[in-house]
């Protein structure tokens, strides 16, 4: 339960902290304005190197999880459920 909750909080601050930067990003003299354009483009780079990141941990998991538990293993033993007949 606390690993949720300090990743929940790690979320928030991941979003409210750029939402805060944008919003008072414009310039406080009539005529400075944000441009949207580099805003989203700057958002959807950021995001994509996150999701890439996201992605290359969660396939090197699985590859890991695969290898680490394949019937072959030579320390791999059958648990009590799926008996010893082999």
């Known amino acids: 339960m606390k690993m949720i ?12 902290l750029p939402a805060a ?3 008072f990003a414009a310039g406080d003299e009539p005529g400075e304005y944000l441009d949207r354009r580099v805003v ?3 958002l959807f780079y950021k995001l994509m190197t ?3 990141t996201v992605g290359a ?4 998991t699985m590859i890991w999880q695969c290898w680490r538990f394949r019937e ?4 791999a ?3 009590a ?5 082999w």
């Open 40 to 42: 989203i483009w700057n």
């Open 81 to 85: 459920y799926e008996g010893t007949d």
């Open 21 to 23: 930067d944008f919003a």
């Open 57 to 60: 941990v969660v396939s090197g």
């Open 77 to 79: 033993k059958p648990t």
């Open 50 to 52: 996150v999701a890439f």
């Open 72 to 75: 072959s293993h030579p320390k």
């Open 5 to 16: 909750f300090g990743f929940l909080i790690a979320m928030a601050v991941l979003v409210l």
